[in-house]
């Protein structure tokens, strides 16, 4: 009979499906033998595998090519097809090897808010504030180096917000693991800009960056990677307003994201819904910032 066919099923939960499978090959069985009530034998059975809703099937080799999108739960894929059945005995009826083929499975989070911004503007701080998650918090960048997920609840809302590993310049170019990091904005409906008002230097060896600096640069490693980002619904947040000179600093970013505002090339940075300067350490302005997280989705 035929074989089986290899097929992914999204499924919640299903992370630890995938772990119990360390060699990472999946084989489905053959079809059935021919028996005097089934002369062309039965079907072989499907091998499922299950995975978090989210992700997409890549070609594993030459174009990496995206093959099925597997974005919500129970949308199904089939990885490979089972070979038609048939006997070496039989003229004619020789059969056909199924495929086999080389796939990666990559998971894109499926969340309402994505924090975006340069590491250490306080995305991981912010997100513990809104949100009942435990993301590390370091004084040093990098501290996130996978997504967290938390829920926003407010005013009879649910809202799932993903802090984003930092991004790097050149990460539409994968600087810095930039794609791995940056695949997981595309399914963001709206996002969220965390800078930090002193600005951003990644090290000694790198330019400082004014806080408007931040958001040009944001803006365009989003719209190098995937056209349209940049035009998602999306709010600014500036972080560190406890810190010296943060009202000055804040004042003078304003002032240029109204200048740009009327000159910009469209598409260059987003149309800021709301500038939200907050203190996530010390909690200033935080029920604020949940509030205009809320109305950014209902827009």
Do not use: W
Not at 15 to 41: D, E, M
């Amino acid at each position: 009979g035929d074989g089986g066919d290899v097929i992914a099923r999204a499924q919640p939960g299903s992370l630890a499906h995938i772990a119990k499978h360390p060699s990472r090959r999946f084989i489905a069985p053959n079809g059935g033998h021919s028996t005097s009530q089934r002369p062309c034998g039965s079907k072989g059975r499907d091998l499922v595998i299950h995975v978090p809703p989210g992700t997409t099937v890549v070609n594993g080799e030459g174009d990496r090519q995206q093959l099925a999108d597997l974005d919500h739960v129970d949308a199904t894929a089939i990885l490979a097809r089972g070979g038609r059945g048939g006997s070496q005995l039989t003229p004619n009826f020789s059969g056909v090897k199924g495929e086999s083929r080389i796939l990666r499975l990559e998971l894109k989070l499926i969340a309402d808010i994505g924090f975006v911004g340069f590491p250490n503007a306080g995305k991981s701080t912010l997100l513990r504030s809104l949100s009942n998650a435990t993301p590390k918090v370091a004084s040093y960048p990098f501290t996130t180096i996978r997504p967290h997920l938390g829920v926003l609840c407010y005013g009879g809302h649910e809202v799932t917000l993903a802090d984003l590993p930092g991004l790097v310049e050149g990460a539409h170019l994968n600087v810095g693991m930039g794609h791995k990091f940056l695949k997981h904005v595309e399914r963001t409906k709206a996002l969220l800009f965390v800078v930090d008002v002193q600005g951003f230097q990644l090290s000694d060896h790198h330019d400082y960056r004014y806080a408007f600096e931040t958001i040009q640069l944001l803006s365009t490693e989003l719209e190098l990677y995937k056209q349209g980002l940049v035009g998602r619904p999306a709010a600014l947040v500036v972080t560190k307003m406890d810190t010296p000179g943060a009202v000055a600093k804040l004042q003078e970013l304003v002032t240029k994201l109204n200048e740009t505002k009327e000159n910009q090339s469209e598409g260059s940075i987003p149309v800021f819904r709301e500038v939200i300067p907050i203190s996530a350490l010390h909690g200033v302005a935080i029920e604020g910032l949940k509030k205009a997280i809320v109305q950014l989705l209902l827009i």
